[in-house]
């Protein structure tokens, strides 16, 4: 039974279809960019991003036409890279009002999948950059981001998951040891 969990545990960051960050933070009056990764599957789909608390009824703001072509709508942009299986959102012009929840989305029949995105706008300074509150900032292009992002996975698994799925299995094995002792 342990073993299932440790097992379950390494499958986990492969079973969803969409990430992007948690957070992104930028100024007022500049502009901030969101990337969100899909896996290949999504590759040829449009994707979107929307404003609102839950995903269901937020209001949609832009989305893409299943290329690679940049989309614009007002002060928002997108642009899908099906090579690394990502997609950014610009959004330039920032106004306090900005602030709020935001999804990353990808359009597809039956329920779209949708990560929220929460976009914090500090007053008074113009900065033309962003960075993500729950990482480090990566405003390079998209393969070399899609690039940090594979790397940590691989860290993550090679420290972290590997180990507990050995001890997980060692100790599984150390009990079935003790079990086979006769005992005095």
Known sequence: MRLTWALLLLSLPGCFSLRGPASVRGSEGGSVTVQ??????????????????????CSVLVKTRGSEQEEKSGRVSIRDNQTYWSFKVTMEGLRQDDAGTYWCGIERSFTDPGVPVKLIIDPGMVNLTSKPLDGPSDESSFGVSFGSHSRTHYLLLAFVKVPILLIVAGAVLWLKGLQRVPQE
Not at 36 to 56: L, M, V
């Open 36 to 57: 969100c990764h899909y896996s290949s599957r999504w590759k040829t789909y449009n994707k979107w991003w929307c404003r609102g608390r839950r995903r269901r009824v």
